[in-house]
């Protein structure tokens, strides 16, 4: 049985704009009431902290809100209501503010000196460092700062879900959430630090590992968690219809991921915020770069590895984003997310769900996959 606490009705879900103002709106007034009580008590432990909810504030401005809107179109499917009760909104806003945490620390690994178009986290800190004249290295100072500010967020997102709902099916979902996303950053990680590989073999295993990461790290966290939050929020959600989210959530997930990876070497830094060819700088061991590496030549495969963890240049990741479409590596990555995106389709289309609510899935579906940031 749900357990919350109930409030009046916000507004409706719109089957038309799946990611509509309705969502953008609700999320931004559970951040601004967030704000002002986690300022206060900032404040009262010392003025000091005051940029660190600024950053905070700035930072979780942005973004497509793609998870909360999982979490209430999950709720739509179980119950039929398009409604937004207050609490609801409130518990999807948990998600963003987890994502949130998970950006900040993610960034700090990556190295990522952008967010959004803006100064990553620890970037900011680490100018702040210098502006305030303040004594050590502000690169160390920067990336502290970010830690602590992405454990901040993470507690207030946890914090927050605690207060929306008291269900402990609601609340397994969200632990299992935290607990894979994490596990998830964990791989990818070590995927980064492996040699790369080199016989069929050693490929073989490369592209599971990066598969792990993938299902962990991103498809779970983005779409599948969500909607199963929303749906057994409602208290009502039959297995089949549990059943059936998983399998779009997975699905939606895997290819919203794979489509990241293409923006992560072919997006362009007005449409993604951050420098083409990033994932290239980070040595992200991705689906695209592995079937990229495994299809290449000698030559082909030097020029990609000269540039998989290395400070490139643009003309040198142009170069390796040659080879990936040169061996047919991203034609690959585009048929997993076609072959992906059908199979989302076909689970909305046999879901027992309103038509609106229908309509609703059907436009995240293909908001996931045709992003273009």
Do not use: N
């Not at 003025?47 to 809107?69: I, S, Y």
């Amino acid at each position: 049985m749900a357990s919350h606490v109930e409030e009046s009705v916000l507004t409706e879900l719109d089957p038309h704009d799946p990611l509509g103002a309705a969502i953008h709106d609700g999320v931004a007034a559970q951040l601004e009431r967030v704000w002002e009580h986690q300022g206060a008590v900032l404040e009262d432990i010392s003025p000091e902290l005051t940029p660190v909810l600024a950053a905070a504030r700035e930072f979780c401005a942005g973004g497509k809100r793609f998870r909360p809107a999982c979490v209430l179109w999950g709720y739509a499917a179980a119950t039929g209501s398009r409604l937004m009760p207050d609490w609801l909104v409130q518990l999807a806003t948990s998600t963003d503010l987890l994502h949130a945490s998970a950006l900040v620390h993610d960034d700090i690994i990556d190295r990522s000196d952008t967010r959004r178009g803006a100064p990553s986290m620890h970037r900011r800190f680490e100018a702040e460092h210098r502006t305030a004249g303040l004594l050590g290295d502000p690169v160390e100072f920067g990336q502290s700062s970010a830690v602590l500010l992405g454990d901040l967020l993470l507690m207030w997102s946890v914090e927050l879900a605690g207060q929306a709902s008291q269900d402990p099916e609601v609340h397994a979902q969200l632990a299992a959430l935290r607990t894979e996303v994490t596990a998830g950053q964990l791989l990818d990680v070590l995927g980064e630090h492996r040699p790369l590989p080199t016989s069929e073999a050693e490929f073989a295993t490369a592209i599971e590992q990066a598969e792990a990461v993938l299902e962990r790290k991103t498809a779970s966290y983005t779409v599948r968690h969500p909607l199963l939050i929303g749906a057994r929020a409602a208290g009502t959600a039959t297995p089949d219809l549990i059943e059936g989210l998983s399998r779009l959530g997975s699905a939606v997930g895997w290819a919203f991921q794979l489509r990241d990876d293409v923006l992560g070497v072919f997006g362009s830094e007005d449409e993604t915020g951050k420098p083409a060819g990033d994932d290239l700088r980070e040595g992200k061991r991705t689906l695209l770069v592995l079937y990229a590496l495994q299809a290449a030549d000698d030559d082909q495969r030097t020029r990609l590895a000269a540039v998989l963890g290395q400070p490139a240049g643009a003309a040198a990741i142009a170069d390796a984003s040659a080879v990936i479409e040169e061996t047919g590596a991203r034609d690959r990555v585009e048929e997993r997310i076609a072959a992906l995106t059908a199979a989302a389709r076909d689970t909305v289309a046999e879901l027992e769900v309103t038509e609106a609510v229908r309509q609703g899935l059907g436009g995240l579906v293909e908001l996931a996959v045709r992003r273009r940031g």
